[in-house]
Each structure stands twice: as C-alpha cells, then as structure tokens.
C-alpha cells in the first residue's frame, strides 16, 4: 500500500485515531436492532441503547456511572458492580421505552472474560433486555453483588439495586 502520492486516499479522522471500528459498525447496523452501547472510562462506564438514523444515531436510553451517587451507591463507579447497575439502570430505563432486545456494541474495548463490559451485559439482561451472548463472559455473582471488596459493599449494592427499581 503506497502511503503518499497523488492516490493516497486517508481514511476517515476516527479511523486515523483509533476510535471506530468501521466494518465491526457496519455489521452491527446491518442487523437493524438497536445497540447496546458500552464505553469505559477509569472512573466509570457510560452506557446507550441506540438505534440508526439517517441524520445519526437516535439514544433511546441511556445511563452514566455517576448517576448511582444519586442512588445511594458511595462507592466507587469504576469497579464491578457500578458496571452492573449502571447497565441496570439503563435496561429498566430502556425496558420502560419499549425496547426488548438489542445487540452489544464494545466499540475498540478488548472483550474480558468477566470484566465491566460483561458486567454492564448481565445488568442489561436482569432489566429484561434480551441480547445475544455467551454465558461463560458474564462475572460470577460474588463479584456482581461486591463480595470480592470485602466489608459492607453487599448491602451497599443490593441498597442501590432496590432505589433502581424504585426510579
């Protein structure tokens, strides 16, 4: 491949930046479901259900980590069980919509075997949201209700689940 030239075409300034993966896109459009959107950052994970439109994607629901502080949750939303309310909160919120099925969308995040990603998946799926997947990549329990932090994170957690429900 000749990298300059006067038929050199650059590719598109979020492929040049690493921060879309075009044809993993594609596919997921193609299946004309909405998607469910999971992003993680250090401090927590962002997460949208959305469909496609013409003019850009349409958020039918969403829900941002930051938001379980509202919700009693003290604890830090960068960990495991943040991941699963959050994506909790979005599928309630989604459920509430309308939307009953969607597929996962990880965007450039590396897929591991029981991390926040799949976290977020197992919150989705307990709001009702059917999604396609495997069974081995969702966390254990211990580590969805908190168990793994030691001290008072289980009731914390199960605290911050019944508020979710509440809202």
């Not at 038929?7 to 299946?31: A, I, N, Q, W």
């Not at 927590?44 to 850009?56: F, I, M, P, W």
Request: net charge positive.
């Amino acid at each position: 491949m000749r990298r300059h030239g006067p038929h050199y075409r650059v590719p598109f300034r979020r492929r040049r930046e690493g921060r879309t993966d075009y044809r993993r896109r594609l596919s997921l459009l193609r299946s004309e479901r909405p998607r469910a959107v999971v992003r993680k950052t250090n401090a927590g994970v962002v997460v949208q259900l959305c469909e496609y439109a013409d003019r850009g994607d349409r958020i039918l629901a969403s829900a941002v980590a930051n938001e379980l502080k509202d919700l009693g949750w003290t604890a830090s939303t960068g960990n495991v069980p943040a991941a699963y309310l959050t994506g909790y909160l979005a599928g309630r919120r989604a459920a509430a919509k309308g939307v009953t099925s969607a597929v996962l969308d990880i965007g450039r995040h590396h897929p591991t075997k029981g991390g926040r990603v799949f976290a977020v998946l197992k919150g989705l799926l307990d709001a009702g949201i059917e999604i396609p997947h495997d069974a081995g990549v969702i966390p254990p329990e211990n580590r969805i209700t908190g168990a793994h932090l030691g001290g008072e994170a289980p009731q914390r957690f199960a605290a911050t689940k019944s508020r979710v429900e509440a809202a």
